[in-house]
């Protein structure tokens, strides 16, 4: 199974570059309502996530008391504690259940790891249920009710 099936491309996922500040990655974040965003480089190569448990935790580290003084404070002062490991577009479910088991999404990059989108770990959810219920209706056609409850 070709995983880039599951992508959600760069156009639709929210991310940081390494330059934004602070504040931008709060407003961003929770414009977007997610909890944890890819943080690309300036040429747009995937370089780690960073959730808001670093976000509060890197604040607090740095004694930032409000979004005035996160203004002035680069993101990437903010040291991040999860290191949400990317996969590569020609990889295998195997890898990408691998990564998502611990992971929220899973980034994948290109060949020169540059940042093409991610695969969330709903996704892979909603399809490892599919899969399933097939694999149950094939083997046992009464009990396809069972996986409905």
């Not at 670093?54 to 979004?67: C, F, R, S």
């Not at 490991?85 to 990564?99: C, F, G, P, R």
Request: net charge negative; glycine share 4%; hydrophobic share 35%.
């Amino acid at each position: 199974m070709n995983i880039l099936f599951f992508l959600t491309p760069k156009s639709d996922v929210a991310y940081i570059f390494e330059n934004e500040t602070l504040r931008q990655t709060l407003e961003k974040m929770e414009h977007r309502k997610f909890s944890c965003i890819p943080l690309l480089s300036l040429d747009g190569k995937y370089k780690g996530s960073i959730s808001e448990g670093d976000l509060l935790w890197g604040m607090k580290a740095l004694n930032v008391p409000g979004l005035k003084e996160a203004e002035s404070i680069s993101i990437m002062a903010i040291p991040r504690r999860a290191t949400y490991k990317a996969v590569h577009a020609d990889s295998d479910m195997e890898d990408l259940l691998d990564k998502a088991i611990n992971q929220n999404y899973v980034p994948v990059v290109d060949d020169q790891g540059y940042f093409i989108g991610i695969i969330t770990r709903k996704e892979i959810i909603k399809y490892c249920y599919k899969e399933l219920k097939k694999y149950t209706q094939a083997s046992n056609p009464e009990q396809t009710d069972s996986l409905e409850n």
